[in-house]
Nanobody
């Protein structure tokens, strides 16, 4: 059973920072793409940032220059450093990973962590 467990969400004032962490566990041969998505109330889930196993990154325009995604392949973990937070960043943030377990490839999601940015 492969699981993703997130941590690091919370309440912060506008302009503040938070760091999200996500660790994968279980029978894992390799992890390809990892990333973060978010879903605000009444809105669709949207991509925030992704990172390949080689370290190439991609960001949604609204977070470029403020958020930084990174990963530790040895720890099977991905991180999201969020700076200069804005109220519109308020959402549930979900960790995502493309995992190879045995001979099977699968997409896994974390349970979500709430980020709330007050004005």
């Amino acid at each position: 059973q492969v699981q993703l467990v997130e941590s690091g969400g919370g309440l912060v004032q506008a302009g503040g920072s938070l760091r999200l962490s996500c660790a994968a566990s279980g029978s894992i041969f390799s992890i390809n793409l990892m990333g973060w998505y978010r879903q605000a109330p009444g809105k669709q889930r949207e991509l925030v940032a992704t990172i390949t196993s080689g370290g190439s990154t991609n960001y949604v325009d609204s977070v470029k220059g403020r958020f930084t995604i990174s990963r530790d392949n040895a720890k099977k973990a991905v991180y999201l450093q969020m700076n200069s937070l804005k109220p519109e960043d308020t959402a549930v943030y979900y960790c995502y990973a493309e995992v190879v377990s045995g001979i099977r490839g699968m997409s896994k999601w974390g349970q979500g962590t709430q980020v709330t940015v007050s004005p």
